[in-house]
């Protein structure tokens, strides 16, 4: 083993450097602390469903016919959905999001601080944003359309092939 001084030393080395490495990933995606404000907010017909702690909060409204969540995870959401539509918004780390739709089914998701997701098309639509830290992403009418701006993140109205990607410095959206 003379001859593989070097190569023992570096592995020595290098396997404790590994596992620090990786606990310290773990440790940046996992959440932050257990103080952490987790709410949820499922709506009941004709009830808004509003809950606040602290900087978090989550709202939720629907008709008799629809289906709507929101949650947050210290951050804020929204969702609201009626004429059988589908909304559903989740919120974290400082992000805003907020779905609303009337007989469609939409999504929003924010996840980082300051980053914001909104999604409220024409009825009937099936469209999803997700915006990641500094995002902001807007799914729109047809005639408002989607924008994907600052940092990363996504947008889609799949009812009228509209689409936008952002990287946080260069933007690409669909002309449909």
């Known amino acids: 083993m003379a001859g593989f001084g070097g190569y023992w030393r570096y592995r020595s080395t290098a396997l404790p450097t590994g596992c620090v490495l990786a606990g310290a990933a773990v440790a940046l995606v996992s959440p932050s602390h257990a103080s952490a404000a987790e709410l949820s907010c499922t709506a009941r017909p004709g009830v808004d469903t509003v809950v606040v702690d602290g900087t978090a909060a989550c709202g939720s409204t629907v ?3 629809s289906r709507a969540l929101a949650h947050a995870l210290d951050a804020v959401s929204f969702a609201r959905a009626d004429a059988g539509g589908s909304a559903l918004s989740v919120a974290r780390s400082g992000g805003v999001a907020a779905a609303e739709t009337t007989a469609g089914t939409v999504g929003a998701v924010s996840i980082g601080g300051d980053s914001v997701s909104i999604v409220s098309p024409d009825p009937g639509a099936l469209a999803f944003a997700l ?5 902001q992403t807007f799914v729109g009418t047809v005639a408002e359309g989607v924008s994907c701006q600052a940092g990363a993140g996504f947008a889609v109205n799949l009812s ?10 260069t933007t690409w959206t669909s002309m449909p």
């Open 63 to 65: 008709d008799e016919f």
């Open 131 to 135: 915006s990641l830290t500094r995002g």
């Open 160 to 169: 009228t092939g509209q689409i936008c990607v952002s990287d946080g410095s």
